[in-house]
């Protein structure tokens, strides 16, 4: 079978739908954080707070029926009015605000492109287990159940003086507001302004490649245009709101921390230190690439890598820049020349954020927590723009988007 063409956008567009909500008292209680920062005990923590929380939708339990099952809660819950489409196709506008978090940003169907098109860029490679987990999650409930987070340059003003469709917060005291768009004029205003920007995926690579390739596959078996040539995305001015951008830590269980600081002294120099906080602090003043090792018996900062063992591992078709990232040195010297192993989703695990909780893992698991510092955000933006990507779980932007509160499922799009 050839392959189907797949259609060409000419710039930037949100695509008006209509959105399905939850009708219940507290919103708040509803929603959860992205799927991918959702432990096993926050689910239940989660679904304490409402049994019908939207978790039960995007991480369904079980093995053999839980993206069916996912289905089926979403059928069920629509019956039952449990959630409830919108009459008017929309733009949302979306803010949250609270202690040093302040975003507002415009959530709509944007329109599938090719990374070659340069209009939506992502930034970080993706890998094929969490693409085929969404992917079927995605085409069984045949809905978008999470918005994307995308940031440009330069966007219209978002002031609403309406009273918003939800005004909730959740527990890590973020008030979060949600509006809609109607008016077919405003909209069309706003994806003029739209049209010539260019979008850089902050958070969702996984879900963008998902998106891309239930438009492929839906197109294959013959089915056309239809809501598979949209995907749910939140678009974010970062010039009138930069981002926030975390490091992602890692775990490697079954590594000793003696064993990982042995190997890395015969190509980096490895300081020893008692505390935790006093190793952080030494991270942070040391010069890149630098990583911190944690476990259960201590902690050890590399730094200053041989220059003619690191030149040797980098890959020479990528930019210097490339190659300086911290998460490039990890991925191409560290894991594989320094302690044998390859960057994946079943050898090395993924902790956001928090480095204490990286060693705690790494303590539960008798292995190694490998401790980042973020990357910059013009280095970032500038791999992107060359056409390059960093290596997955390399970046973590926010204020991330609440998922829950407000879905699109292809039947009401």
Known sequence: ??????????????????????????????????????????????????????????????????????????????????????????????????????????????????????????????????????LALMSTTQANLEPIFLLYSGGPDLSMTDEPLIDTQTSDGVRHRLWAITDPGAIANINAHLHDKQALIADGHHRYATYRELQRRERAAGRGDGPWDFGLALLVDSDAYPPDLKAIHRVIPGLPLSEA?????????????????????????????????????????????????????????????WNSLNTAVLTEFVLPKVWGMQDDEHSVRIVHHDAAAAV??????????????????????????????????STSFGPKPRTGLVLRTFDID
């Open 261 to 321: 600081a042995a190997r890395a002294k015969g190509s980096w120099q490895v300081h020893d230190f008692d505390s935790l906080p006093a190793a952080l602090e030494a991270l942070d003043d040391a010069t890149e690439p630098s990583f911190l090792l944690g476990g259960e018996d201590g902690f050890h900062l590399m730094t200053d890598p041989d220059p003619l063992q690191l030149a040797h591992a980098m890959p020479a078709e990528h930019s210097d820049r």
């Open 1 to 134: 079978m050839a392959t189907p063409e797949l259609p060409v956008p000419d710039g930037l567009m949100l695509r008006p739908f209509r959105g399905v909500r939850f009708a219940v008292d507290d919103p708040a209680k509803v929603t959860s954080p992205p799927y991918d920062l959702i432990s096993d005990s926050d689910v239940d923590e989660l679904l304490d707070l409402h049994p019908d929380n939207v978790v039960r939708l995007i991480l369904p339990s079980g093995s053999d029926r839980r993206y069916d099952q996912a289905r089926d809660t979403l059928q069920e819950w629509l019956a039952k009015g449990v959630l409830v489409p919108d009459d008017t196709p929309g733009l949302y506008v979306y803010e949250q605000s609270g202690p040093g978090v302040l975003q507002r940003g415009l959530i709509g169907d944007v329109c599938l492109a090719d990374p070659s098109q340069g209009i939506v860029l992502p930034h970080e490679n993706v890998m094929p287990g969490p693409v085929a987990d969404r």
């Open 360 to 393: 705690r893992l790494a303590v539960e698991t008798q292995g190694t927590a490998v401790i980042l510092r973020a990357l910059a955000v013009g280095d970032v933006l500038a791999v992107a723009a060359e056409g390059e990507r960093v290596p997955r779980k």
